[in-house]
């Protein structure tokens, strides 16, 4: 079974070795689009021969231009599954690799994975430093609900209805407690990051590329200038019962 994640990439040098290195031991091919990054993510991708091409959309954070080249890449792939989620998105099942949750899922004739299941929103705290996994670096989060649909079968019907959401034809998804996304947009350098994001949003919205209702939480966030946490105020993941579950999904996988 071919699966296919394609995603696009702004500045996300911290994450992609750890995301790359998390596809690969779940046998699932990478395809990055890079935003014209400036630390060092292309390099990167370039050097270990990640596929993966460059596009720019004039310094705006361009949804329309983003979905259009995931959704070419995934037409032209025609892969058997596919996932369109960011780099700083993490799934884990208590059962085991992602991998074998989409061949479960394959085997009962699902055609997608879960439109609403938990969430684990990781928070910087102050303690954590960058260089090392985000699954084992991240400990405190705050539970959230996400109504999204980013994994499913492919079909020549398959479109984008928003960034995180397809539409699929006759959907049968496939729903289970037991799985989970893991979040890491909070990070060390969240005050940085999500201005930057905001900006480039803005951007996009004054340039009428993307409706101002898009991305508006990015404003708020900028806004509130709250960017380091109280983890006294936070959920710790290892209180969970995915902590286990997270550490595996570091530790081992399908390779």
């Known amino acids: 079974m071919k699966i296919l994640w394609a995603f696009c990439v702004y500045n996300e040098i911290e994450l992609l070795p750890f995301k790359i290195d998390y596809l690969r031991r779940n046998d699932i091919d990478p395809y990055v689009f890079d935003n014209m990054s400036t630390d060092g993510s292309w390099e990167w991708l370039q050097d270990n021969k990640i596929p993966s091409r460059q596009f720019d959309s004039g310094g705006m954070f361009d949804l329309t231009l983003n979905l259009l080249w995931l959704s070419r890449k995934m037409h032209e792939v025609r892969p058997d ?6 780099a700083d998105i993490f799934y884990v099942d208590l059962r085991g690799p992602l991998r074998e949750t989409i061949e ?6 699902f055609n997608c994975i879960c439109d609403h299941f938990k969430s684990f929103q990781f928070m910087f705290t102050g303690e954590e430093r960058p260089g090392k996994d985000p699954r084992l670096t991240y400990m405190y989060y705050i539970p959230k609900s ?3 649909l980013c994994i499913a079968k492919y079909g020549s019907g398959l479109r984008f209805k ?5 539409t699929v034809p006759e959907p049968r998804p496939y729903q289970y407690a037991s799985f989970a996304a893991l979040h890491y947009a909070m990070r060390h350098d969240a005050e940085k990051r999500k201005t930057e994001q905001y900006l480039r949003r803005k951007k996009a919205w ?4 993307v409706a101002r209702c898009y991305g508006a939480h990015y404003k708020r966030i ?5 960017f380091v946490f109280d983890k006294t105020e936070l ?3 290892r209180d969970s019962v995915f902590w286990e579950a997270i550490k595996r999904s570091v530790e081992a996988g399908v390779i």
């Not at 479960?104 to 004739?109: D, P, Q, T, V």
């Not at 928003?162 to 397809?166: G, K, P, R, V």
């Open 146 to 148: 996400l109504e999204t």
């Open 162 to 166: 928003s960034a995180d959401y397809f």
């Open 104 to 109: 479960m899922a394959e085997r009962f004739k």
């Open 81 to 86: 599954w596919v996932i369109m989620a960011g």
């Open 235 to 237: 959920r710790d993941v």
């Open 206 to 209: 004054d340039k009428g590329r």
């Open 222 to 226: 900028v806004d509130s200038k709250e």
